[in-house]
């Protein structure tokens, strides 16, 4: 995982002042499985280039890219739209696309540091 992709979940949690992923069992201790399962929810199902390439979403994918639910674990659709609610309007457009720039299967979609300085949300005047 690159920068920053392991940065996104914190912009996320200090902006939208609650977590993107939760990603626990039922012990309340952290399961890639849970964490796989929620990234799903939002973006839905991988590439199967992802999924061939990466440890932990083999375990959770068949062969042709389905989800296994393996141990039960169900995902459960859900929009970045619906979680956040500090903003509106042009403003939670700008910053939703924002963060789906980052939130992204496959890294090389994800945008660089350089292309996220000169993204519309990071350079509008507005916040709130």
Request: overall charge negative.
């Amino acid at each position: 995982m690159n920068f920053l992709a392991q940065l996104l979940p914190q912009i996320w949690d200090i902006f939208a002042d609650k977590h993107l992923f939760n990603a626990v069992d039922e012990d309340g201790d952290y399961s890639p499985s849970h964490h796989v399962a929620e990234m799903v929810g939002f973006l839905g199902l991988p590439p199967l280039s992802f999924i061939e390439r990466n440890r932990e979403t083999r375990n959770v994918f068949t062969d042709d890219g389905k989800w296994l639910a393996a141990g039960g674990i169900t995902v459960s659709a859900t929009s970045l739209e619906e979680i956040e609610e500090n903003l509106s309007g042009k403003n939670q457009e700008l910053f939703l696309q924002f963060i789906r720039s980052m939130l992204q299967w496959e890294p090389e979609r994800r945008k660089t540091a350089r292309e996220l300085l000169d993204d519309p949300w990071l350079n509008s005047t507005s916040h709130s």
